[in-house]
């Protein structure tokens, strides 16, 4: 079963940076689309930005200009640079990603999310 994991995680000061990266291992599989969402106490979790094949991207409007995600698909990998970080940008981070099977069949699969704490 493919497997997503993240890392770089942690705690920031409001201005600083974080980058967070993802690596999905597990099988003979390839990768449409990965990207990243998060998910702060009492509120539903929020896309942050997406990746596609082609490196087409998607952001949200509140990070747009600060974060940029990157994918090195020679390691199943995606990045996520976090720059300027505002204390609204605390929350879980989840990696996701849109897996292709050998059969050609397509699915979701979530890391177990890292935390980011941002402080004023």
């Known amino acids: 079963q493919v497997q997503l994991v993240e890392s770089g995680g942690g705690l920031a000061q409001a201005g600083g940076s974080l980058r967070l990266s993802c690596a999905a291992s597990g099988g003979l599989f390839s990768i449409d689309i990965m990207g990243w969402y998060r998910q702060a106490p009492g509120k539903p979790r929020e896309l942050v930005a997406t990746?596609?094949?082609?490196?087409?991207?998607n952001y949200a409007d509140s990070v747009k200009g600060r974060f940029a995600i990157s994918r090195d698909d020679a390691k199943n990998a995606v990045h996520l640079q976090m720059n300027s970080l505002k204390p609204e940008d605390t929350g879980t981070y989840y990696c996701?990603?849109?897996?292709?099977?050998?059969?050609?069949?397509?699915?979701?699969?979530w890391g177990q999310g890292t935390q980011v704490t941002v402080s004023s």
């Open positions: 996701w990603a849109q897996i292709v099977a050998y059969s050609s069949a397509t699915y979701d699969r």
């Open positions: 990746i596609s094949s082609n490196d087409n991207t």
